[in-house]
């Protein structure tokens, strides 16, 4: 599976959007990018994946360049409860398995 | 659906012991991962079920940590003998055999004195 590269931390001002970039210079045709979450103490939590079309759901949108190397995702309206680490991972298909690997992340601080 | 249930939440166990870790995961999903998480390592994939059949146990750090998945709603991880380098929280997820997010537990947060 390709390797993602994020920042370490970011900071945003709570109702604003949070943009958490992620790139993936090294993806495949055939490999997803997914993004998690985890709240401290928690599991992680699923937010959205993508192949190559933006994608939008009630929790947060996928933007993917047309090249596929980066993504960003955008929380439109950060709240202090969006305060989490947040994983990009690419994923291949189910000829490589079903497994997700977790890098380090981004820890996002929302702050009032 | 309750989502997936782990048990014990906590562990508190003394080196040497056995220490057995439970999984009941979302009904219907026929994928099953077994993750540790550490300050210094982060997230990582122990072992994963497909259909209750171990696919990848590359991540099992040694033959002290054995998994099972003997139908599709209850999987264990079990650490025979515990050594206090195993003290992390342990993570169960499920999924659908196909491009679809996982569902984490809880996780259970085991300390080895």
């Known amino acids: 599976d390709a390797k993602t590269t994020q920042p370490p931390s970011m900071d945003c001002a709570e109702g604003r959007a949070a943009n958490l970039p992620c790139n993936h210079s090294t993806i495949s045709g055939n490999e997803y990018v997914y993004w998690y979450r985890q709240i401290h103490s928690q599991g992680p939590q699923y937010i959205i994946h993508g192949l190559k079309n933006n994608e939008t759901n009630e929790m947060a949108s996928l933007i993917i360049t047309e090249d596929r190397k980066s993504s960003t995702l955008i929380l439109p309206h950060a709240t202090l409860r969006d305060t989490a680490v947040y994983y990009c991972i690419v994923r291949g298909g189910m000829e490589y398995g079903n497994k997700l690997v977790f890098g380090a992340g981004t820890i996002l601080r929302v702050k009032s | 659906d309750a989502g997936v249930i782990q048990s014990p939440r906590h562990e508190v166990t003394e080196m040497g012991q056995e220490v057995t870790l439970r999984c009941k995961p979302i009904s219907g999903h026929n994928s099953l991962f077994w993750y540790r998480q550490t300050m210094m390592r982060g997230l990582e994939l122990l072992i994963y079920f497909n259909n209750n059949v171990p696919i990848d146990d590359s991540g099992m750090p040694e033959d002290r940590f054995s998994a099972k998945m003997p139908n599709a709603s209850f999987s264990t991880l079990k650490i025979q003998p515990s050594e206090p380098r195993d003290s992390a929280v342990y993570f169960c997820?499920?999924?659908?055999?196909?491009?679809?997010?996982?569902?984490f537990g809880s996780g259970t947060r085991l300390t080895v004195v």
């Open positions: 997820a499920s999924s659908l055999i196909k491009q679809s997010g996982y569902t």
